[in-house]
């Protein structure tokens, strides 16, 4: 998977980014995103059930990449990996974790803020790096000041990344985004409006022009 991880995200463009409050839910989401065309999923660790979770959507989206998110620790890594995470996201940088994402040849994505985090987790074989919290940070213009120096480690910014701008951090450079409620409104989950969501996550695509169909890996 690792050797097909950077062309998959390049062409996807996007990541839904799953938090369920229970197994069922969690599901519907994914169904629901993956209807509007999104085929890389991130389900986080402190979802409800996340391994559960895991095996369900390898079962019901076979068409779609279902990774693990929000991991925190080695154990938490590790019970991922074991799950069958197609990929594994960090809200930092860890070396012990991108070592073992490594040596599982699992694609791992740290989080990471400064120029100097960026660079460390690039260097210790992050197969992309997420930059988060990018709103904190000025946003597309930030991905964009980091191309001069840092323009060959593809970027995934997250925690700030809307319907609306996301195609602007793709044309400042960033290979992909990651969205979270911007593609879950807490009204939508409490109406079970799986058709609204897919609308969402179809309208980003649109944009962004991702999408594809699943392949090796």
């Not at 390049?10 to 229970?22: E, L, N």
């Not at 930030?142 to 910014?157: S, V």
């Not at 911007?182 to 109406?191: D, G, M, S, V, W």
């Amino acid at each position: 998977m690792v050797q097909f991880w950077l062309p998959l995200v390049q062409s996807q463009k996007a990541i839904a980014v799953i938090r369920a409050a229970d197994l069922e839910t969690g599901i519907a989401m994914a169904k629901a995103v993956a209807a509007g065309g999104m085929k890389l999923i991130e389900i986080t660790w402190n979802s409800a059930e996340p391994v559960k979770l895991l095996y369900a959507l390898h079962a019901e989206l076979p068409d779609c990449w279902i990774g693990a998110g929000t991991l925190l620790d080695l154990d938490q890594l590790q019970a991922a990996i074991a799950a069958g995470a197609d990929f594994l996201f960090t809200p930092h940088t860890r070396l012990d974790l991108i070592q073992q994402a490594v040596q599982q040849q699992v694609p791992i994505i740290p989080g990471a803020l400064t120029p100097t985090e960026i660079l460390t987790a690039w260097q210790a074989g992050a197969s992309c790096v997420k930059v988060f919290p990018i709103q904190a940070v000025g946003g597309a213009d930030y991905i964009r000041h980091l191309q001069g120096p840092l323009g060959e480690i593809p970027l995934i910014p997250t925690g700030g990344v809307t319907l609306d701008n996301a195609r602007s951090f793709i044309d400042a450079g960033a290979v992909a985004v990651g969205l979270a409620g911007q593609l879950f409104p807490q009204q939508a989950l409490r109406n079970q409006d799986w058709d609204l969501i897919r609308e969402r996550a179809s309208r980003l695509m649109q944009s962004l022009g991702g999408g594809g169909v699943r392949g090796e890996g």
